[in-house]
Every structure is written in structure tokens, then in C-alpha cells.
């Protein structure tokens, strides 16, 4: 029976409860234990799926084909543990599930209501998989406060008095803000977090305070005091170099120990950190610099491509290199003549996903200076689509080559597509078909599907293997038709799916490295595992940069 951390916010958002959740699981996992971790938002939205990059940042992917909130990418980056479809919910997704139970005759014609059914839906969401796992990490979205979070702060409230004593406990993040007139960091607005929490009925067993220095004895006895917690439990979050710091920097201040001591578990097994240890000497002594551009259409929000900006981390971790990332705006240099401006320099160009045609001129143009300067080029998804839309263009003389993206509103066509709407695809034994007019929502191909490399591909080296699995998350593919024509033009269809009718990788042989994929590689890769495709992409940029 899993025991369960319920991880709260108070104060201001985005103090990094995710990282903080995700470092706590590390820590759980380097003691011996087994976790899973889990993402309550309270968003009415039923998935994060049709939100724009800039409204919420990157949408994450499971294998099993949930669009979810990024902070499962640090769950999944920081313990290892695949995350599914059971570790995401909003509000949106529990009202709707509550309503179509309701349309069912479910409830026996009784009057629906917040308390119980929709907090009941909460608990029976939080039940599932409790008997797989040893520690539970459930993070609740927003602050306490918010008039959506209500229902789940009520739900694990209930939740923590159904279960025997000792099985809940609950951590709460807040805000320490330092004032530079007083030369003070102040309790109170962690006090009223605190007492806001305690109204509803939950009090916490850890405080977790984010401040820009260390909480002097005498604020950390007052924090302790006032919010009814022990000293030990007060645990200071200060800012960090790298969020791969993390697990070192909670373990040096007993988040670990101050959690397992909650749940009265003694003696404590004893940690084994070696492995994040070598991560942060990798970061902090690289024996090298690379230079990447990413070309994008959401670079003004980081967050937006947050897995892609770690998996090159992880790739720089791999190669033992510094990756300095800098963001592009594709739509810079829509025009040829700024590009060798905006990108000389660079040891390795990324053009990431992306969804319309805003700023993908840009991209084909990035695509193009790679592919004639022999610089590294990855192309991911959109990235991959606008690397054969450019060679249709440059290579085989079509010159009005685009996608169906771009065109299918219009009323007369100005591209000749290569690029098409995926209407119909093998899931398993499954057949899935697709219409233009379909809702957006949950509507792409979406999650883990195989794929098969061509023997002696520079991809099937890369994996060294010939057989693979990787995420997706998009609506249109490269036409097969155009296979032969582009292949006779040097860019090679070196993954394809299971039955040959999906183009999954291309690339340029003889180019340094020049390769586009239809999945996302990023979402599978982890300081600790880089994605092999990142780290084989580092170290031609290393390369790269030993030229130039």
C-alpha cells in the first residue's frame, strides 16, 4: 500500500513545485524505495493539449498517449519512471467524467454536487495504482487559495482521513521574500499561506521555503512556531545554477530525512546519490563549449519547448561539454539574406515542433543554411516536415512544395502538399482515422509507436539497433509518394513505421549530421540516460566546433 506525499503551493505560483516533487522522488528512489508521481491541475481545460505554448508551456507526452502537464517531464527526467495516462488530471477531465456519469443514470437520480461526487472522483483518481508503488508524490496545481483548487484541497483532505494514520502527509511550498531595505527575509506571507491551508482543514508536515539565501535560526524557530511544524521540517529552497542540483541541495537540508521521519519510518535506509553526483560534475566541469541555435516559433517562452532545452543539456552531460542554447525567433529571417548574419557561429541548428504556418519560412530557410553549410542539423517533428519541404524545394525542383497545414482553410491551393493530413494509422491491431474537421483535443497520433531503421542508416547506428520506440505528437506526415524522388536527391527515408506507409527519420548521408525525426525524442531523455539522438548530436556539434 503506497504511502502518499501531497505537495501544496502557497504565496505566488510557479515556485517550483514540480522540481520540487521530482527531487523529493529522487531522493525516495535513492533510498531503495519505489515511486510514482502524479499532477492534480485545476484548470477546467480537460487536457493541456489545445492551449497555446504560451498560455502553459510545453505539452508533455506519455507512451500512452496523454497529453500532460510539463512537470511530468521532471518527474520523468529527475526519477526515471515512465509516466502514464493515471498520473494526469484536471478539473476539466474530473467535471467532465462527473457529467457523463451523471447523462448515465450513474447516480441513481440523486443531485450532483461539489461534495461528494466531484471530490469523491478526486480520491477514486488517487486510488489507482496505490498498491504498485511504495511513495505516492501528488502535486496539486496553483495556490492554496484558488477558488478552482478548492475540490482537491477538500479531496485530499478526505483522503487523508480515510486512510490510516500515518499513510497521508502533506508539504507545503510558499515564499520566503527577501526585503534589501531591512536586509530581512520575512515569515509572514508564509504564515497566512499556512493559516489560509490549516482553514481548510490540512496541515502541513513539511515547509518547503523558497528564498534567495540561507533562513537564519532564529526565522526557521518562527516558521516552525507559527505554522506548527517541527525545525527540522522547515526546509530551506534557495535558487540554483542547475535544476539538476536539486536532489543534492534538498538531501543537504533533510527534505528526505524530514519526509520519512513524517511517515515515522526508522532507521531510514541510507542513500545512494553517486549517480547524481556524477551528473553535477559533468555540469560544473565540462572539458568543452558548444553553441546550438534553436529556430522556433515560441522562443519568447522558454518553457514552451522546456523537454528539448534539457534533453541538450543531457546531451552536453553525455559529451561532458557546456551546450550554450540560444533561442531564435524564425520569423527574424523569413527573408535569405539575414540568415548567415543570425546563424554564422553556431556549431548545431535545432528547428523543434511547432503547430501552423507562422514562422515556418524561417525554418525552411534555417533548414536549407544547415543542409548547404554542412552544419548539424536536427529537425524535430514540424522541424523534420519543413527539412523535406526545403529539400522538395531546393533538391527536387518543386518549387511550391509545402503542407496541408498551410493550406487546407484556403480557398484556392499555394502549395503542392508533400506534407499531408494524416487521416488513418495503425495503433497496435487498431485502425485510427482522422478528419480535417475532427476537435482538436486528443485528436493527433499521439504516444509511443515502433519504428524500423534501414540497416547501416546513420540513425540505426546511433541506436544501434534497428527496431525502436519513440512519442508522438502531431497531425499531418511527410507523403510517402515523394520516397523515391527525394531519395534520388540525396535525402535518405532512413526510419519508417512497422507497414512502410509512415516516414518517421530522414536524413543527408555525407552531411555531418543532418537528420529529421517525427516523434519527440526529448520527452525520453534523462540526465542520467541522455537520449541517444541528443547525444550523438552534441558531439557533432563538439566536432562542429572544432572546425570553425
Avoid at 42 to 49: A, E, I, K, T
Wanted: net charge negative; charged share 25%.
Amino acid at each position: 500500500m503506497a504511502r502518499y506525499v501531497f505537495i501544496t503551493g502557497g504565496v505566488v505560483s510557479s515556485l517550483g513545485k514540480g522540481l520540487a516533487s521530482a527531487a523529493l522522488g529522487a531522493l525516495l528512489q535513492a533510498r531503495g524505495y519505489s515511486v510514482r508521481l502524479r499532477k492534480l491541475d485545476p484548470y477546467l481545460n480537460v487536457d493541456p493539449g489545445t492551449m497555446s505554448p504560451f498560455e502553459h508551456g510545453e505539452v508533455f507526452v506519455t507512451d500512452d498517449g496523454a497529453e500532460t502537464d510539463l512537470d511530468l517531464g521532471h518527474y520523468e527526467r529527475f526519477t526515471g519512471v515512465a509516466a502514464r495516462r493515471t498520473d494526469s488530471i484536471s478539473s476539466g477531465r474530473i467535471y467532465s467524467n462527473v457529467l457523463e456519469k451523471e447523462r448515465r443514470g450513474d447516480y441513481l437520480g440523486k443531485t450532483i454536487q461539489v461534495i461528494p461526487h466531484v471530490t469523491n472522483e478526486i480520491k477514486n483518481f488517487l486510488h489507482i495504482g496505490e498498491e504498485e508503488t511504495d511513495f505516492m508524490l501528488c502535486e496539486i496545481g496553483g495556490t492554496v487559495g484558488d477558488i478552482e483548487g478548492l475540490p482537491f484541497f477538500e479531496a485530499i483532505r478526505q483522503f487523508g482521513q480515510d486512510k490510516p494514520r500515518g499513510q497521508c502527509i502533506y508539504m507545503h511550498l510558499t515564499l520566503l521574500p527577501f526585503i534589501a531595505a531591512s536586509g530581512e527575509l520575512k515569515t509572514k506571507p508564509t504564515q497566512h499561506s499556512v493559516k489560509e491551508l490549516r482553514a481548510i482543514g490540512i496541515a502541513p508536515d513539511v515547509l518547503v521555503c523558497r528564498s534567495e539565501m540561507p533562513i537564519p535560526p532564529k526565522e526557521r524557530e518562527k516558521l516552525a512556531l507559527f505554522c506548527n511544524v517541527r525545525p527540522e521540517a522547515v526546509i530551506a529552497a534557495q535558487d540554483l545554477a542547475s535544476i539538476y542540483e536539486a536532489p543534492l541541495a534538498y538531501h543537504a537540508e533533510g527534505l528526505d530525512q524530514a519526509v520519512l521521519d513524517a511517515f515515522m519510518i526508522s532507521p531510514a535506509p541510507k542513500p545512494n546519490l553517486a549517480k547524481w553526483e556524477d551528473v553535477i560534475d559533468r555540469i560544473h566541469n565540462p572539458e568543452g563549449e558548444v553553441k546550438v541555435a534553436i529556430v522556433g516559433k515560441y522562443t519568447q517562452l522558454e518553457d514552451a519547448y522546456k523537454s528539448i532545452a534539457e534533453a541538450l543539456t543531457h546531451g552536453g552531460i553525455a559529451n561532458r561539454v557546456k551546450v550554450r542554447a540560444e533561442w531564435i525567433d524564425s520569423e527574424l529571417f523569413e527573408n535569405d539574406d539575414d540568415i548567415p548574419p543570425l546563424l554564422e557561429g553556431f556549431h548545431a541548428i535545432l528547428v523543434p515542433g511547432g503547430f501552423g504556418e507562422r514562422g515556418t519560412e524561417g525554418m525552411v530557410h534555417a533548414a536549407r543554411f544547415a543542409r548547404t553549410r554542412k552544419v548539424p542539423y536536427m529537425g524535430i517533428c514540424l522541424g523534420m516536415q519543413l527539412a523535406v519541404i526545403e529539400a522538395s524545394r531546393d533538391l527536387l525542383g518543386l518549387a511550391d512544395a509545402g503542407s496541408e497545414e498551410f493550406d487546407h482553410d484556403a480557398g484556392e491551393r499555394r502549395f503542392t502538399p508533400v506534407i499531408y493530413h494524416l487521416k488513418e494509422w495503425l495503433e497496435g491491431n487498431r485502425t485510427i482515422k482522422r478528419e480535417v474537421t475532427d476537435d482538436k483535443g486528443g485528436t493527433m497520433r499521439l504516444g509511443a509507436y515502433d519504428a524500423i531503421l534501414s540497416e547501416g542508416s546513420q540513425a540505426a547506428e546511433i541506436y544501434g539497433s534497428t527496431a525502436i520506440s519513440e512519442r508522438h505528437r502531431h497531425r499531418y506526415e511527410v507523403d510517402i509518394a515523394y520516397r523515391e524522388k527525394l531519395e534520388g536527391c540525396g535525402l535518405h527515408f532512413s526510419g519508417l513505421s512497422p507497414d512502410g506507409r509512415l516516414p518517421e527519420i530522414v536524413e543527408i548521408p555525407g552531411h555531418p549530421w543532418y537528420i529529421g525525426v517525427q516523434f519527440h525524442p526529448e520527452l525520453k531523455s534523462k540526465p542520467f540516460a541522455p537520449h541517444p539522438l541528443f547525444a550523438d548530436f552534441i558531439r557533432a556539434a563538439l566536432e562542429q566546433s572544432r572546425l570553425v
